[in-house]
């Protein structure tokens, strides 16, 4: 919170004077609760604590982003690494906590990493409908002199049914045409522009196109795991309606309020450590003047370093 910074550093902190401020926007749950008295709001507490007091059946979606199955302090709280087995356990415990609060055609998504994707896929197989495994390439990482350096991380679509919201139009990508192909002089597929040649397509299950929040982004904090607004809201857009709850039982900066927020829905998020949850809050109140996410732009996700003109 203390840390000196370049000038030219965006990212989100905190001193102790907002600390005190945000804390005071923080909700707290004893006792069981209806929809109104946390929808759009940030709860303070350890979700398997908080889970028994929230309504039933509130969530359209749920964004999963537990501890990876590695040893890491998380500033207040810290995840300890486990064996394979007891990763699964602790993980079922989370899902089996928090499945009476999804809806029949709810959605979830569960980040993982390789070494917790497994023990991950094991759980969900036997409570939900696995749709798909979204794999993302990292541009971010440490190399490794004996090993491949570890890039890609994965995402598990689920579904509590097979009726479920999905808007195919709205997560499509806008890529740039390296060879592009003509039907009697006229592009075929593609668009021809001032800055180069492009075509709108469908998404697949493989994004190179994220980029993940550095010093100089104005959504980076200094969370240690912090998703990029762009990858939460291509979940977001293809997996709820505007005006949907989306829910983020470990929300930790709060990206996905925060994006939620930007895109018209509903959100509601759970946080263990308070100064995560304040910095959350920050962010909610920036999103009441900057709506924008980079990387989307106009209805449509570029490719990653490509901007709109």
């Known amino acids: 919170m203390t840390k000196t910074r370049a000038l030219r550093n965006r990212t989100v902190s905190l001193n102790e004077i907002e600390i005190e401020h945000y804390k005071s926007k923080l909700l707290n749950l004893d006792t069981p609760t209806g929809i109104e008295t946390i929808k759009d709001k940030t709860i303070h507490g350890d979700i398997l604590k908080v889970a028994k007091y929230l309504p039933p059946s509130f969530v359209d979606l749920l964004i999963l982003d537990p501890p990876y199955n590695i040893s890491k302090i998380f500033h207040s709280n ?43 896929h094991s759980v969900l197989e036997k409570y939900t409908i696995i749709q798909n495994r979204i794999t993302w390439g990292r541009e971010k990482g440490r190399g490794a002199k004996a090993n491949w350096k570890n890039s890609m991380e994965d995402i598990w679509f689920c579904t509590m049914s097979d009726n479920y919201y999905f808007d195919v139009d709205a997560v499509k990508i806008r890529r740039k045409v ?120 106009d209805g449509v996700f570029w490719e990653r370093n490509s901007v709109p003109k």
């Open 78 to 120: 810290s995840f300890s690494q486990k064996s394979v087995k007891d990763y699964s356990q602790w993980f079922k415990k989370w899902l089996v906590a928090l499945l009476p609060s999804l809806k029949q055609n709810a959605s979830i998504y569960v980040c993982a990493d390789w070494q917790t994707s497994t023990a991950i």
């Open 178 to 297: 390296i060879a592009p192909y003509k039907t009697n002089g006229q592009p075929k597929d593609w668009t021809e522009t001032a800055d180069g040649n492009h075509r709108i397509t469908h998404p697949s299950n493989f994004w190179e196109d994220i980029t993940v929040p550095f010093w100089s982004m104005p959504e980076n904090t200094d969370h240690p795991t912090q998703k990029p607004e762009k990858l939460i809201a291509k979940l977001i857009l293809a997996s709820s309606a505007p005006g949907a709850i989306v829910f983020d039982p470990s929300c930790g900066s709060g990206t996905t309020s925060v994006v939620a927020k930007k895109l018209g829905r509903h959100y509601v998020g759970v946080e263990m450590d308070e100064m995560y949850a304040c910095l959350t809050e920050k962010r909610l109140e920036h999103a009441n003047d900057d709506t924008r996410i980079q990387g989307f732009s």
